[in-house]
Structure formats: structure tokens, C-alpha cells
């Protein structure tokens, strides 16, 4: 592998500047590395060379005419393959979509090709981002880099893996109830969750439309800020994108942390974390202490019902938005049905995969009339409470932590024929998403087996550089985030 792969974003950009290396070099040795690796990861669902070489062309041209580079221009970049990308295949991992090819870009994508980001490909994400280990794509399973046993996490799992394995430098992912801040726990790298509204959905597959963000994958947190700049931003296709100025995230990642509160979640820090998470979220404390940070512990009581809640509106939502993959507009139709109703029935039955059509058949019960009160409603009002109590957390507390997961990644298979377990597995990440606020997970150690151990930061709406800030100190007082995954 080319040495530079296993550089940030930021030495690489400083390499690119400098005429170390070409911008179509460093591109074409992301491909290299993905055609050496991703047989054993399958992080790629597709690969878009064309567009990829195209960008890094143009990076190029304006290096040699002595022109400024934009933020991140020529760092290979993933995107999950829920994200519209004009000419690419976009699948979101499901049959339905198998062969639906995007006639139009996100905004995110607009955004990364006007900084002249070079996207290298598509990535692997469970069926319409629903899972919580990457085992739910309907084409292939991802494997996590420092196990090719364990699962990466989901679901944004190839964004996270391809990070980890340095196929990519960045990535996007898209997190409802933690599917980038999951898999970068499991993969050791960092993974953000920007504000509710903080970045455009538009050219987003919509899962559910109240809590989906998308997101930026690094392997330092000064990447992941630099990358949330990049995608971040008012958007008149999105009515739910704030119109709010863009901030540069990097410029406080070095402010003294010296006086600041750092909250620990009791409800998170019970038995049920595995011994070494414990650990290691103890071993934070103690840094935060050293940063000259106050320590003051934090309980948010609703946080036991977020896996209920997120459980019904994200199924509600889901049902509705799924509804559209009928066999009609887009993507795949059965080919013998008798009638219109058959033609709709059978599509649906024969492209969703089990855990897309249970969330739909959950979602739409919960909304059924008659029950709609009973479960829709009463989640409604308890995620007004979830809210609630980051509000009073936030009183007595800048951030907040705990661990992204109560265990590292499990083995593949572990838990694939038992939902709730599945479910569970997002205990710590699901309410940030019910309550709009940032979030992010930042390594933070290895387990007894050399499995990678993530910290979750949460702030206050809109404070992401607060967050960054407060990651970025702890992320440099260790060392883990130079460690890569052996493979
Ligand atoms: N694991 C959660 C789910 O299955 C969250 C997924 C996500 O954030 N997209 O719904």
C-alpha cells in the first residue's frame, strides 16, 4: 500500500500541495488498496473510477496552475450507497434498488465534487441503513478490518470499514440511531453525528425522515470537522436544513478544555458494559480530569424507553417512506404479475429483504387508526421527554460521555437471528437522534482481544465545535487513533 493511504486527509492534502504526489496518484492508489483488500471487506457495493479520476484531474490542473485547493480536494473519499451520486448506481443494499442508477446528485454530493473531493466508490450499508452490524445488505457482509470474524457494525459498516482499512481516507455515512457512530466504535476510527437540520438530506434514500443526518467517517477528529464544513449548509431542497451559517469546525480544536463540564451518563455506565469497555470510558474520565475538565455525573431517566420510542417512529416513518418502491417509478419490478395489486404485492415481497419488511410491517401497525394513539402518539410525547432531559443535562453539563457501545464489535452472525438483541446493541447512541443533538465517537482503547473501544461525545444542539473540540483534546491525549487495523 502506498504509505500516504495511512495518513490523514490533512497530510495528505499538505503532500498534495507540496507536489509529493499527484492527486491522480493518490487516487489511483486508493484503487490499488481497495482492489488488494476489499475481497476480504467487502466495504464497496461499486466503485466509480470515472468520476473519481475526473475529480483528481481537475485537482491537478489547478496545482499546476499555482491555484488555492479547496478543503479536502483530492482526498479519496466513500459514500454510502444511500446517497445519490448522478450516473452511479445507488442501491442502498437492497434488491429493490439492485440496478437503479442516480439521474441526479445529492447535495452532499454537489458539495464534495464542487471541493473537488474525489468520490472512489459506493459503500456497503445494511438494506435501507436498518441493522446494526452490516449483515442486512442484500448483496454481501461487511467484515470489520481488525477481525475479519466480527462485524464492522452497521449501518453505515463499509463507510466505517474502508476508512479503517485506509481504502478510503474519508467517508459519509448516515446515522438515525447511531449508524455512524456504531461502526466507528467497532472500526476504530471517529464518526460523527452533526445536528438535526445541520446538513441537507436532499439526495439522502430516506429511512426516517425526523432523526436521518448524514455524517462525516475520519481517522482524526480535525478530518472529521474539516469534512462537516465541506457537506454542511442551508439547503432550499431540504425544508428541514438550517438556514444557519457554516462554521470552521477546525478552529477551536486546540482551545483549552481547562473548566469544562464533562457529564457522565449514569443510566450508561451500568454492569451491562463488557469489563473493558468499563475500562476504558473510566481511563477517559481520568484524562478529561487531566485535561482540567470537572467531572460531574449526569442522569437522563427517559433514556431507558429511546430503544421503544426510536422503535416506533422509526418504523412509522419507514413505512411511509418506503412505500414509494412500488414497482412503478423506479427500480425493480416483478416480472409475472397478473394484475396492478400482484404487480405491487409481489414487487415489494420479492425486493425487500426480512428486516426492511418487518420494520415495515411494524411501522404501519403502529399507525394503524385504533393504535395510532396507543404507540405513535404516546412516542411522540416520550421523545418530547428524551428531549427534556438532555435540556436539563445540558444545564449542568458542556458535554456529555459514554461509551459508544456497552461491547466491542461481536462475531459475525452473533446476533443476526435475534432482533431485539440486535436492537439493543444502540442503547447508548439512539436518544442523540430523538433529541437532534451532535454526537460523535472517538477511539478510545482496545478490548482484551485488540478490538477497537469508542467513546461517544454528545453536545448541545448546534455546538459541534464544542465537540470537536472537546474530542479532539482527548484524541491527542493518547495515542489509539495512530494504531491502524492489521490487514
Ligand atoms: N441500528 C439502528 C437501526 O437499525 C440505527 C440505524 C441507523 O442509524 N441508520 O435502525
Known sequence: MNELLKKSAAEQSKALKNKEISAVELTNAAFERIEEVDGKLGAFNSLTKDIALETAKKVDEKIARGEELPLLAGVPLAL?????????????????????????????????????VPIVGKANLDEFAMGSSNENSAF????????????????????????????????????????????????????????????????????????????????TVEDAANLLEVISGHDPKDSTSLNLPVEHYAAHLNDDIKGMKVGVIKELMTDALSE???????????????????????????LKHSIGIYYILATAECSSNLARFDGVKYGYRTPDAKNLLEMYTKTRAEGFGPEVKRRIMLGTYALSSGYYDAYYKKAQ???????????????????????????????????????????????????????????????????????????????????????????????????????????
Open 381 to 487: 410525547q416520550m421523545r418530547a421527554l428524551v428531549t427534556q432531559d438532555f435540556i436539563e443535562a445540558f444545564k449542568k453539563a458542556d458535554i456529555l460521555i459514554s461509551p459508544t457501545c456497552p461491547n466491542t464489535a461481536f462475531e459475525l452472525g452473533a446476533k443476526a437471528s435475534d432482533p431485539l438483541a440486535m436492537y439493543l446493541t444502540d442503547i447508548a447512541t439512539i436518544s442523540a437522534n430523538l433529541a437532534g443533538i451532535p454526537g460523535l465517537s472517538v477511539p478510545a482503547g482496545f478490548d482484551r482481544d485488540g478490538m477497537p473501544i469508542g467513546l461517544q461525545i454528545l453536545a448541545p444542539q448546534l455546538q459541534e465545535s464544542r465537540l470537536f473540540n472537546a474530542a479532539h483534546k482527548f484524541e491527542r491525549a493518547n495515542d489509539y487513533y495512530l494504531k491502524l487495523a492489521k490487514i
Open 276 to 302: 473493558d469497555v468499563q475500562k476504558a470510558v473510566q481511563k477517559a474520565i481520568e484524562d478529561y480530569k487531566k485535561l482540567g475538565c470537572e467531572i460531574v455525573e449526569i442522569s437522563l431517566p427517559n
Open 80 to 116: 454510502k450507497d444511500n446517497m445519490n451520486l448522478k450516473g452511479s448506481k445507488t442501491t442502498a443494499s437492497s434488491k429493490i434498488l439492485e440496478n437503479f442508477v442516480s439521474p441526479f446528485n445529492a447535495t452532499i454530493s454537489d458539495k464534495l465534487l464542487n471541493n473537488l
Open 140 to 219: 454481501k457482509k461487511v467484515h470489520n478490518p481488525w477481525d475479519l470474524n466480527k462485524v464492522p457494525g452497521g449501518s453505515s459498516g463499509g463507510s466505517a470499514a474502508s476508512v479503517a482499512a485506509c481504502e478510503a481516507t474519508l467517508a459519509l455515512g448516515s446515522d438515525t440511531g447511531g449508524s455512524i457512530r456504531l461502526p466507528a466504535s467497532f472500526c476504530g476510527i471517529v464518526g460523527m453525528k452533526p445536528t438535526y437540520g445541520r446538513v441537507s438530506r436532499y439526495g439522502l434514500i430516506a429511512f426516517a425522515s425526523s432523526l436521518d443526518q448524514i455524517g462525516p467517517f475520519a481517522r
